[in-house]
């Protein structure tokens, strides 16, 4: 099974900042990873899949980037409804896993 | 709006059963995969289950295998979620999600592009 390792578990960041999430993977995912952003009482929303490609609706300055076993979410100019946790996740191969998720939180 | 609702939650003893169920409206159903995903109080998310439309393949994760199983009924838009032999562990939202996919080349791109508001399983005594 392909385990999913993301870093930091949380962190804290102000308004206007560049945040960067990094998510590795436990075996070559050959680009299958996405990233989802959870706020709090509400259900999963798709951010980026396939690596680096933008879901429709989804604000740009939300990007992702990676290969192989490294991949990273980032969020540049923060703002303050992106308080939220975000979890990347593979779908490589069954059981699709994700990480154990990131708690983005705003000053 | 393509949307998706889950029903069928509930509290349940251990060892008891459930059956989840998930509609999905504004998108054809019998062209995608339907993935199950939970979330226990205040943990992460964790993937359930994948069903191919078709029925034709199901893939599961280890600890819910031959306890659970996933169906279809592609003439009421439906997917359903049988759950046998609860356990406490099972406790957790219940998410239904649309499965799409981007194929580049010889690679298929899976996500989960629509999600439900997800239905609440207790297991306790």
């Known amino acids: 099974d392909i385990q999913m390792t993301q870093s930091p578990s949380s962190l804290s960041a102000s308004v206007g900042d560049r945040v960067t999430i990094t998510c590795r993977a436990s075996?070559?995912?050959?680009?299958?990873l996405n990233w989802y952003q959870q706020k709090p009482g509400q259900t999963p929303a798709l951010l980026i899949y396939?690596?680096?490609r933008l879901q429709s609706g989804v604000p740009s300055r939300f990007s992702g980037s990676g290969s192989g076993t490294g991949f990273t979410l980032t969020i540049s100019g923060l703002q303050p409804e992106d308080s939220a946790t975000y979890y990347c996740q593979q779908s490589y191969d069954v059981p699709y896993s994700f990480g154990q998720g990131t708690k983005l939180e705003i000053e | 709006e393509v949307q998706v609702v889950e029903s069928g939650g509930g509290l349940v003893q251990p060892g008891g059963s459930l059956r989840l169920s998930c509609v999905v409206s504004r998108f054809t159903f019998s062209s995608y995969w339907m993935s199950w995903v939970r979330q226990a109080p205040g943990k992460g998310l964790e993937w359930v289950a994948n069903?191919?439309?078709?029925?034709?393949?199901?893939y599961y994760v280890d600890s819910v295998k031959g306890r659970f199983t996933f169906s279809t009924d592609n003439t009421k838009n439906s997917l359903y979620l049988h759950m046998n032999s609860l356990r406490v562990e099972d406790t957790a939202i219940y998410y239904c999600a649309r499965l799409d996919e981007m194929i580049r080349g010889d690679m298929h791109y899976f996500y989960m592009d629509v999600w439900g508001k997800g239905t609440t399983v207790t297991v306790s005594s």
């Open positions: 075996q070559i995912i050959r680009g299958n």
């Open positions: 396939a690596t680096s």
């Open positions: 069903i191919r439309h078709d029925g034709s393949e199901k």
